[in-house]
């Protein structure tokens, strides 16, 4: 499974930006997308993820109510809709994958990893 993220850019605080995951390859029909995040200095953390058989989203708390992830059934990708960004949200971003039905949300869970992509956000 190969995994491109997209969507790397600079906002203001307050402002939204949108992340893409597009995956190729052999996923299987049980699969679980997720995005994750490595801000400056800290550890990689989990943000959202999303089933892709029956489509129930998870989220981290710091994110509920602003992110929302979900899934592009016709070109296989995973949108992160960002909204309400704080500086916080500062980070590089990943998007990753892992066989089953459980949306773990420990890293090394996940099997599959695409490339970062930046999110800075401007106080």
């Known amino acids: 499974v190969q995994l491109q993220a997209s969507g790397e850019g600079l906002v203001q605080a307050g402002g939204f930006l949108r992340l893409s995951c597009a995956a190729s390859?052999?996923?299987?029909?049980?699969?679980?997308m997720a995005w994750f995040r490595r801000p400056p200095g800290k550890e990689r953390e989990f943000v959202a993820a999303?089933?892709?058989?029956?489509?129930?989203?998870y989220y981290a708390d710091a994110v509920k109510g602003r992110f929302t992830i979900s899934r592009d059934d016709a070109n296989n990708t995973v949108p992160l809709q960002m909204n309400s960004l704080k500086f916080e949200d500062t980070a590089v971003y990943y998007c990753?994958?892992?066989?089953?039905?459980?949306?773990?949300?420990?890293?090394?869970?996940?099997?599959?990893w695409g490339q970062g992509t930046l999110v800075t956000v401007s106080s």
């Open positions: 990753a994958a892992r066989g089953g039905n459980y949306a773990y949300r420990a890293a090394n869970e996940y099997n599959y």
């Open positions: 999303v089933n892709w058989s029956n489509g129930s989203t």
């Open positions: 390859g052999r996923t299987g029909s049980r699969y679980v």
